[in-house]
Each structure stands twice: as C-alpha cells, then as structure tokens.
C-alpha cells in the first residue's frame, strides 16, 4: 500500500540568499516593521545560517548573494528578480530605501551568464510572482495593490513567455503575494483567501480545487511565506497549524525559527530565490 506521503515526490532545486549580516528595521515600509523594535543581528544571522543549512540538508544548491551595507533588507533574496526557465525579469522596487538591491541582483545574474530582463515597471520579483510549472501547461501567479504594479504583470508575461494569472491583494498585512500564498509543488498551492480580493479569491478557487486553504492564524504566523521541494515544506516554526494541514495533504512540514527576520516583514519564502533553469 503506498501512503500518501510516499507520492510526493520532491524535486532538486537551486536557491539565491543573502545573508542578514547587515539587516536591522531601520524604516517601516510594510505593516509589520516597527523601528522601535530591536534586531539582534547575531541572533538573525544564526536563523538565517539555519535556514541555509536546512535547504542544503534537503540536497538543494544555495548559491549567495553579498550582503551590502545600507541595505538592511538585501536578506530578502527572493525580491531582486523572478527567474523561469533561464531569464531574470528584474525588480525595480517601490520605496526608495530598497531601490539599491536591484542592480546588485541584476550583477549576480548578468556574472551567471544568465538572460536578464530589466524592468520597466514597478514590481518586486519573487515578493510578488510565484510559477507553477506544470499547472494548466505553466502558469505565472501575479500579485499586485501594495508593491508591485499591475503593467508589471504584462511585462513579465512578454519577458517570460507564460501566461501570468493577477491577483489583487487587499490586506496591508499581506503586502507581497508570497505572505498570502505559495506554491507547494510544481501544480498545487497553498494560500490564505482573506488576503484576496472576492473575485481574485473565485479565480483561484476555479484554477485550484485541491488548494491547502489556510486560515488567519497559518496566515498571520508568516506560515504561508515558505519554500518546498514538492515534498518537504519549510516553513516558519510558528504556523503549526499550518504544518499539521500540509502533513494531512501528505507534505513533509520542516520547521524553522525565524523571529528576527519576521521583524522586517518576511519569513523563509522572502529570504530565498528560486533560480530556474
């Protein structure tokens, strides 16, 4: 008899970060940063090399991007481009304080060999674009209302050559389309509807019956700001809700403790890229 955990199969992946060597909440530009709040930057760099070695553990490549002082936020890896199939469409960030990063990623990627894409529109990379390879024959999900513009969406699909599905967020919390959503395998997501607008909620609904719908508790806990492999999920230690819903679908729930980070307004998701090839 095969179990339901035997037919996930996970998938090797290949990863971008960065490390939080020079992060600390120095600005508030999304709900959850509060300047009077302290960073233990000893404390963060330790969850952070913890998170690294967990992805590696699980036999994915972490490639690293180095981190630049005056850019606190440089530790969310996932928001200086969107990579499918070979090309990096860049970011170009809403808030001034960030707008740096971008020509950081775009060296990482031009030093790879890699196609880029630079950016006419506002948008903030993996922060607001997930890709799901094999669902309805490859699709972009685009989210969009707080950082990136919706002509990004159009520029990304042009850039990329898959159709892109917009999203319309409209909770202030869930700011990026990766703390309201993720991909969980290379068809299926999990997600968090209060975080959509009704009729972008009715669009994912149609494209994913089987979806883990995620409540307010998996959703403010960061727990949908996660990275799997199509079978091992890692995931913010404090979305236990959330692991115990993603074991029951036959996923591998792999806790990791992030408090210092989730500071700044991310979790695992934020700090790791996917570099597609």
């Known amino acids: 008899m095969v179990t339901v955990n035997q037919q996930r199969v996970s998938r090797k992946r290949t990863y971008l970060m960065c490390s939080p060597e020079y992060f600390a909440v ?5 709900p959850w940063m509060d300047v009077t709040t302290p960073v233990d930057p000893e404390l ?4 952070w090399d913890r998170l690294r070695e967990t992805l590696v553990g699980l036999g994915h490549d972490v490639h690293l991007l180095t981190p630049g002082p005056g850019l606190p936020d440089m530790v969310y890896a996932a928001n200086g481009a969107f990579v499918v199939d070979g090309t990096a469409y860049g970011a170009q960030f809403k808030h001034h304080q960030r707008a740096a990063e971008a020509p950081v990623h775009r060296a990482f990627y031009e030093s790879q060999g890699w196609r880029f894409i630079a950016p006419s529109e506002t ?20 989210g969009h209302g707080f950082r990136t513009e919706p002509a990004a969406h ?9 159709p892109v599905i917009s999203l319309r967020l ?26 959509f ?23 403010l806990s960061f727990g949908l700001n996660l990275v799997s492999d199509g079978a091992n999920v ?32 991310g979790s695992v998701k934020c700090c790791v890229a996917e570099l597609r090839h």
């Open 26 to 30: 120095e600005y508030a530009i999304n």
């Open 44 to 47: 963060a760099v330790k969850q």
């Open 123 to 142: 948008n903030e990379g993996e922060g607001d674009f997930a890709y799901l390879p094999e669902a309805h024959g490859g699709i972009v999900l685009a």
């Open 154 to 162: 159009a520029e990304a699909q042009e850039a990329l050559g898959r």
């Open 170 to 195: 409209v909770d202030p919390r869930f700011y990026h389309l990766d703390v309201a959503l993720a991909s969980i395998d290379d068809t299926n997501i999990a997600y968090y509807p209060g975080a």
């Open 197 to 219: 607008s009704a009729a972008s909620q009715r669009v994912l609904t149609q494209l994913f019956p089987d979806a883990v719908v995620a409540d307010d508790e998996d959703a």
């Open 234 to 265: 890692v995931l913010n230690s404090e979305a236990s809700r959330l692991a115990g819903k993603l074991k029951a679908a036959g996923y591998t729930p792999v806790p990791v403790e992030l408090a210092e980070l989730k500071k700044g307004g």
